[in-house]
């Protein structure tokens, strides 16, 4: 079946310290990759997405690379800040069904300190 | 852009009471509408699939009677949660399929 593996959290950093959470996914065919950003109390919210592989979606000077070859879609950051800190979501959705739901990886939470 | 509107955004109720749940898409219609439901730290387990003008489909080991969804326009879809338990408590999501925007949530507590 498809499934999303992510990192187990909490990632604690330093501001401007360089991020990676990593993503793996177990799916049929090709799925389009995505990844959620969740602040407190908040609902989701799409940061960046991919639908093929070797595609990156990038947003906010986030970045992840779509990599069929090992299944993964890590999420990198070269400098991240205080107001960054939030749960982020890896999720999946297969390519072939757009109308279908999303899987999604258990969260990592990030927290930043000044 | 596409917005998906959600509400009430918190709700606190007594046991045994009945707690609706709107979900609207402000300016696009949305045949298909998703309800996620998130547990404290934990990510979001999709609950059912809501389909304008027909029953919802629910994943398995989520209680029909218990979750009643209604999708009687293309721009709005209700989650009923029917003589709430503290064990329903929870934070509630919705998501239209097309594009897939989601609501801000509803966080649900059950006295």
């Known amino acids: 079946g498809n499934s999303v593996t992510q990192m187990e959290g909490p990632v604690t950093l330093s501001e401007e310290a360089f991020l990676t959470i990593n993503c793996t996914y177990t799916a049929t065919g090709y799925p389009s990759l995505f990844w959620y950003v969740q602040y407190p109390g908040e609902g989701l919210q799409l940061l960046l997405k991919?639908?093929?592989?070797?595609d990156k979606g990038s947003n906010k000077g986030f970045e992840a690379t779509y990599r069929k070859e090992t299944t993964s879609f890590h999420l990198e950051k070269g400098s991240v800040q205080v107001s960054d800190s939030a749960v982020y979501f890896c999720a999946l959705r297969r390519a072939s069904q757009a109308g279908t739901a999303l899987i999604f990886g258990k969260g990592t939470t990030l927290s930043v300190s000044s | 852009g596409a917005v998906v509107s959600q509400h009430p955004s918190w709700v606190i109720c007594k046991s045994g009471t009945s707690v609706k749940i709107e979900c609207r898409s402000l300016?696009?219609?949305?045949?298909?509408m998703f309800w996620y439901r998130q547990f404290p730290k934990q990510s979001l387990m999709l609950m059912a699939t809501?389909?304008?003008?027909?029953?919802?489909?629910?994943e398995q080991g989520v209680e029909k009677d218990k979750f009643l969804i209604n999708h009687a326009s293309l721009t709005l879809s209700t989650l009923t949660v029917t003589s709430a338990h503290p064990e329903d408590s929870s934070f509630y999501i919705c998501s239209a399929s097309q594009p897939q925007h989601f609501g801000d949530g509803t966080r649900l507590s059950i006295l």
């Open positions: 991919a639908t093929k592989a070797d």
């Open positions: 300016d696009f219609q949305a045949t298909t």
């Open positions: 809501s389909n304008e003008g027909s029953k919802a489909t629910y």
